[in-house]
């Protein structure tokens, strides 16, 4: 059972809403995401590129710069090392772009998901070494291959680090002890040390900012690296960054800049999957954008997305971007299947009675991992590790709750992990087959999570009857746009909703249409686009057959239910409606 929770964040509403010309309703919503006094509130509104931080105050910015302003003078060598994900791909690009546009002498290598693994390996470096590359700039990883660097300064290269992941520890009597890798310059704000204001960033968006500050030493104007904040926004959505601070106007002005974008690869992408640009939010990039850039890393070759970003003709990105689009149809079946597996596995054995979800999929395509255990996630809402045949061995990435720090649970476990690395919310490990029993085991018996931690939380912002749900507010709710993890849209709440009808509607008979009655007799059309089925039994066992069918005939009136919805608009034959998108009920 879901817990509800109404938020109770005091403020004075209606004086925010005269000091910036906004609704109250906005100014509590503002509010309830912790967004207080009037600069932070003005930043929120209106944040613009000139609002992002300064790029030297990360550490160790300053060393990268001087080095990379020493190759590029001596037309040194550089290879960027990126990642296969989204965040990857385009912080290789970002980097390589950046670097070019200045006239070094640079390419790039991305690792292959299923040969190489996660980022940097012996094999890269030496791939890097056997072409002569003096230096090696890696994006969105190397922060915990202090061994594979170590290796490659033996070689004799320079090598930089920027990356986001959490920095590897030893914890020793209850104290952390961190573990830098041995680099000429390792650029992550997560570094304790690092007095960047904000340690929220995607791969991507730290390889901009070095970018920035180096473009701007070289008294370049870093404005013409404007075009690459839409990469930033791809990837920070992609990569599910909380859009919050730095991040939301990273994502607010990419937005902007994709719906003209001059990128021939990424305007063939949005073509073939029919996006109306003037419409395009942070959705498309998470939900159909952001999955076919993924898709070419995990079933070929993620220098193909980097390929499509970086093509020159409209021809051939049309060709790239058809390929990528095919590429994440055949995943979507794989992973359906894949899906299946897996609930099979946690409702028929005893790995139902587990807080930690250890999944073993022996036949699932490794690169699937990570998007399994994030829809088991959302099913039991419990921690969820998927596992795979691997090369060698297990491999497998993980997915979880609020309430459960990831990276540090598997650093509990490290001893029989080959390799690991990830945050709170998402990691990626490899192990022994053998050990897949003591690793289900060891977390299992680790874990702390309580009753109530377990419990999936909705959060309402406010109660607010149907009768507020006007044109007007739908309109002024974009303010608080772009949408996504850490800046979820709002959601609201009706209690004593009476159910007067209802219709099946959709080729799958997927969506239901109500018309429902508030407890102020206020009726409002309500929209349910999940699990149709579910909703229509639950009613039949609390109100029995007849009120269910006399429901969908029109002729309701007998079934209440509490709704947590987010308000919207229907456009039909140039009518404009408001309407209620229902999100949860009880």
Known sequence: MEQWYLYKKKADFNQIGEKFNIDPVIARLIRN?????????????????????????????????????EKIAEEKKIRVIGDYDIDGVNATYILLEGLERLGAYVDSDIPDRI????????????????????????CDNGIAAANEIAYGKELGMTIIVTDHHEIPFDEIDGEKIYRLPPADAVIDPKQKDCVYPFKGLCGAAVAYKLMEALWESMGKDSADLDDLIENVAIATVGDVMDLEDENRIFVKEGLQMLKRTKN???????????ID???????????????????????????????LLRVRTQKEADILAGDLKA?????????????????????????????????????????????????????????VFVLTDAEDGAKGSGRSIDGYHMYEELNKCKDILTKFGGHR??????LEKENIAEFRRRLNENCTLTEEEMKEKVTIDM????????????????????????????????????????????????VLKIKAQDANG?????????????????????????????????RGGHIKIAVTYYPDINEYMGKRTPQIVITHYR
């Open 264 to 274: 021939p690869g990424l305007k063939a992408l949005i073509e073939c999957t029919g």
């Open 327 to 383: 590429l994440n149809d055949s995943r979507k079946d794989m992973t359906e299947e894949a899906v299946k597996l897996a609930k099979e596995q946690v409702e028929t054995t005893d790995l139902s009675d587990d807080r930690v979800l250890v999944i073993y999929l022996p036949d699932c395509h490794e690169s699937l991992a990570g998007i399994v255990a994030g829809r088991i996630r959302e099913c039991y809402y419990k921690p």
């Open 277 to 307: 640009k003037e419409s395009l939010n942070s959705y498309h990039i998470g939900f159909v954008l952001g999955p076919c850039i993924n898709a070419s890393g995990r079933l070929d070759t993620a220098k193909r997305a980097l390929k």
């Open 115 to 138: 040969g190489d693994g996660y980022g940097l390996n012996r094999h890269l470096i030496d791939r890097a070494y056997d072409a002569g590359i003096d230096t090696i700039i890696t």
């Open 522 to 554: 206020s009726v409002i059309e309500a929209m349910l686009f999940q699990n149709v089925e579910g909703f229509l039994k639950n009613m039949e066992e609390t109100y029995g057959r007849m009120e269910v069918d006399a429901l969908l005939q029109g």
């Open 33 to 69: 995401r912790d967004v207080i006094g009037e600069e932070a509130i003005e930043r929120y509104l209106n944040g613009t590129i000139s609002d992002l931080y300064d790029g030297m105050l990360m550490k160790d910015a300053d060393k990268a710069i001087d080095i990379l302003k």
């Open 463 to 510: 109660e607010m009857p149907f009768l507020c749900v006007t044109e007007e507010l739908v309109k002024e709710l974009e303010l608080l746009e772009p949408f996504g993890k850490g800046n979820t849209k709002p959601i609201f709440a009706a209690r004593g909703v009476t159910l007067l009808g209802a219709r099946i509607l959709g080729k799958n008979r997927n």
């Open 425 to 430: 919310l998402a990691a990626g490990l490899s």
